[in-house]
């Protein structure tokens, strides 16, 4: 079994900036992708950003792009997520989430396996 366990979330002005990270554990830990969601209040879950896991290969939701940041660390079965820039609409939880089925890009939260609990992100203008 996966576990996924977030950290670094929290407040921030405007303008600033926050690293999230995903630590996974489990016996054999080997996706095909890592991805980060986001679901603010009252919306649905949407896609931020994916990273594949072997190649690196990356690709962002156009309201992130220029702004944020995935990458990963292999040995250590972390991924992370970059934030500049933020805006107060970037508010929300999010949430990272492995996927094992080799489709590119993995935007969909459906064609991911396991997920974390969540970090909170807020962000104050």
Known sequence: QVQLVESGGGLVQAGGSL??????????????????FRQAPGKDREFVATISWKGGSTYYADSV??????????????V?????SL??????????????????PPVAG??????????????SS
């Open 19 to 36: 690293r999230l990270s995903c630590a996974a554990s489990g016996r054999t830990f080997s996706p095909y992708a890592m991805g980060w």
């Open 65 to 78: 792009k220029g702004r944020f940041t995935i990458s990963r660390d292999n040995a250590n079965n972390t």
């Open 80 to 84: 992370y997520l970059q934030m500049n």
């Open 87 to 104: 805006k107060p609409e970037d508010t929300a939880v999010y949430f990272c989430a492995a996927a094992r089925r080799r489709l590119w």
């Open 110 to 123: 459906t064609q991911y396996d396991y997920w974390g609990q969540g970090t909170q992100v807020t962000v």
